[in-house]
């Protein structure tokens, strides 16, 4: 790759390294010029710009990005379409991270223009959480870089995130005389939000003697119940594999795998089994809410994820919590985590279609209705899809029929294009991070495209706006973050939401598209006349 300062008369097809004013607004980093691209920089006097020229055994920098996220991820992860060389990865479900360490450092050792982030290993992460983020840091990888770091990954992914179960789990919680039945049932509050938080039950709960025949008979009677998981909350700590625990649980059949962790808070924890199951001797410390070694075993248990002698041994680097005063308990919420939005898209299928003499929306385009292929085409992207009605709202909903779409009415469609804007994002849920607003009549428009605009949203960098772009000329749906849907609402007229984009230009961003469906819309017979044609001859 050939990076620099270079003349202006020599830039075109080269990327923009840096931001460049033009007299009619700016061209943003990552920006492929055009001939027209140079008169305008021409026009502003612009002689040199800083830019990038790919050479032969380059790989784009999104092209790079997406190979390695594509096979990065295995059960239960997703991969985002890339956007200026970042792919990231999301959970797909709720459950544990399981994370090749030493591959991830071996894939990081090849060069620097590729890299890769993940959660720590054994991570508890929500869905839709990211747990990882491809980043190409120049405009290309060399291709025997990415070839390399795709060896590295071959057929074994290298994140995964392993869903937690709704286990049985059994409780036991001894007593001695001297013990108050407040502390029984703060261990029995404890035990169950932890529990409940992982997607498991407290099947049943048994408060018995601290004495190990009393200790041993609970253990199997709460495996005769059917519980997968046995925990036992001592009234006292356990300090030996002598102690009553671990004893009451050798005269029950099992065995202890090991006693104690360097992990603090959670040092005194005793992990065993009795045939499958595993039963974990619980430190005192897991009456607080507060992160402790125990949570780390308990959530592994609850994933099915195996867990060792050694397993346990190797967790001391990184295992002094309590030095961590930033530590979010389990009570207060975890620490604030990027997470993949959630999008809603609008679109709007109130219109007149006065030009075109008959609704455009229900004509057939390749053996079905024009709003039902781009519609289904949507809503394959996106969390939610809303469809707006106005003329033949009965039809279109008959079109509609079998798809997960919800339908909003606009009675006053007659009144304009923003009539049905408002519409349609009134309806939102409030946990709507983003709304694609989509014209009903641009077929060509598939999940892909939906996809790089989704990919390019990130507010926190001012991408809140994501703006499709062939040619040189900006096309539809627009994907409008949250922060804008109080001014989508106040539109008026039939100009639709163009006009903000100007306003709003320092929170829009530019998204290349490799084909004009983004331009292509239908609004004249003649034009739904080429469209039939080139579909039928797969053009």
């Excluded at 490799?514 to 739904?528: C, G, I, K, S």
Aim: aromatic fraction near 4%; charged fraction near 20%; glycine fraction near 10%.
């Amino acid at each position: 790759m050939i990076f620099g300062e270079m003349p202006l008369n020599e830039s075109a097809g080269a990327i923009l390294a840096h931001a460049v004013k033009h007299r009619d607004g700016m061209f943003k980093k990552g920006r492929v010029l055009t001939r027209d691209d140079i008169v305008l920089l021409e026009a502003a006097g612009v002689a040199r710009v800083f830019a990038a020229r790919l050479e032969p055994g380059d790989v784009p920098e999104d092209e790079a990005a997406a190979a390695v996220a594509a096979v990065l991820g295995g059960e239960g992860t997703l991969a985002q379409a890339p956007f200026t060389g970042r792919a990231n990865l999301y959970a797909s479900c709720r459950g544990l991270a399981l994370v090749d360490a030493a591959r991830v450092t071996a894939l990081n050792r090849l060069d620097e223009s590729l890299t890769l982030a993940t959660v720590p290993p054994f991570a508890s992460v929500d869905g839709r959480e990211m747990v990882a983020t491809v980043k190409v840091i120049p405009f290309a990888v060399p291709r025997r870089v990415l070839d390399d770091a795709l060896a590295i990954i071959a057929e074994r992914p290298l994140v995964q995130v392993r869903s937690f179960r709704e286990k049985r789990v059994g409780l036991i919680i001894t007593r001695l005389p001297q013990t108050k039945p407040a502390l029984l049932l703060k261990s029995e509050e404890a035990m169950r939000e932890r529990v409940s938080s992982l997607g498991g039950a407290l099947s049943a709960v048994a408060v018995v003697a601290h004495d190990i025949a009393s200790v041993a008979e609970a253990i199997a009677g709460q495996l005769a119940a059917g519980a997968e998981l046995v925990l036992v909350f001592g009234a006292s700590a356990i300090v030996d594999r002598g102690d009553v625990i671990p004893m009451a649980l050798h005269r029950a059949g099992g065995q202890v795998v090991h006693l104690g962790m360097p992990v603090d808070p959670g040092n005194l924890m005793m992990f065993g089994a009795l045939g499958p199951v595993p039963v974990i001797g619980v430190p005192s410390c897991a009456r607080s809410p507060k992160l402790n070694g125990f949570d780390w075993v308990l959530a592994r248990v609850m994933a099915d994820v195996p867990v060792s002698a050694l397993d346990i041994m190797d967790m001391g680097a990184g295992g002094l919590l309590a030095e961590i005063p930033t530590r979010p308990a389990p009570r207060e919420g975890k620490a604030r985590v990027q997470r993949a939005p959630r999008v809603a898209a609008v679109v709007l299928a109130a219109g007149q279609s006065s030009r075109m003499g008959e609704n455009k929306l229900l004509a057939e385009l390749g053996g079905q209705p024009m709003i039902r292929r781009t519609v289904a085409a949507i809503r394959q992207a996106v969390d939610l899809a809303v469809v707006v009605t106005g003329r033949d709202a009965g039809m279109i909903g008959h079109a509609l029929e079998g798809l997960p779409v919800r339908l909003v009415h606009n009675s006053e469609f007659a009144q304009g294009l923003s009539t049905s804007l408002r519409a349609g994002v009134a309806a939102l849920p409030p946990d709507t991070d983003a709304v694609l607003i989509a014209l009903g009549d641009m077929p060509l428009v598939d999940a892909q495209t939906v996809r790089r605009l989704i990919a390019a949203y990130n507010p926190a960098e001012h991408r809140s706006i994501c703006v499709p772009v062939f040619g040189g000329r900006r096309g539809n749906p627009v994907l409008w973050g949250r922060q804008h849907f109080e001014a989508l609402q106040s539109m008026s007229g039939d100009a639709g939401a163009r006009s903000l984009l100007d306003a709003l230009a320092d929170e829009s961003v530019e998204v290349g598209m490799p084909d004009d469906a983004v331009l292509t819309d239908v609004d004249t017979p003649e034009a739904l006349a080429r469209l039939r044609s080139a579909h039928s001859t797969g053009n």
